[in-house]
């Protein structure tokens, strides 16, 4: 598995980012994708997920509204729009593929979403006057 995520950076506190992951190793399209983000000193935290089809998205309650997630299959990349920012946003931000257990709940494949170095290295987001 190979994700390698881009687009982060130094943003204004009420400013844009778009982040993408584009991806390879793995079939992309049976797969659903997850967005997750690690803050120095706290948990990784799923912050969004995504269909293998793309239909539907859900979102962690602290972006939900300010946040989209978007696949295009034809290029192997997900994508994280990501607005309203502030500084509780700032973090490592992640890729990693998945599938949802019992319907509802995402799964993450692999060891860890947050610091595999093995499959991508993430994107820092910092969030900053």
């Known amino acids: 598995v190979k994700l390698v995520e881009s687009g982060g950076g130094l943003v204004q506190p009420g400013g844009s980012l778009t982040l993408s992951c584009a991806s390879a190793?793995?079939?992309?399209?049976?797969?659903?994708m997850g967005w997750y983000r690690q803050a120095p000193g706290k948990e990784c935290e799923l912050v969004a997920d995504?269909?293998?089809?793309?239909?539907?998205?859900n979102y962690a309650d602290s972006v939900k509204g300010r946040f989209t997630f978007s696949r295009a299959d034809a290029k192997n990349t997900v994508y994280l729009q990501m607005n309203s920012l502030n500084a509780e946003d700032t973090a490592v931000y992640y890729c990693?593929?998945?599938?949802?257990?019992?319907?509802?709940?995402?799964?993450?494949?692999?060891?860890?979403?947050?610091?595999?170095?093995?499959w991508g290295q993430g994107t820092q987001v910092t969030v900053s006057s």
């Open positions: 990693n593929p998945g599938y949802y257990a019992g319907g509802v709940e995402f799964i993450h494949l692999g060891p860890r979403p947050c610091g595999n170095t093995y």
């Open positions: 995504i269909t293998d089809d793309g239909a539907s998205a």
């Open positions: 190793g793995f079939s992309f399209t049976n797969y659903a």
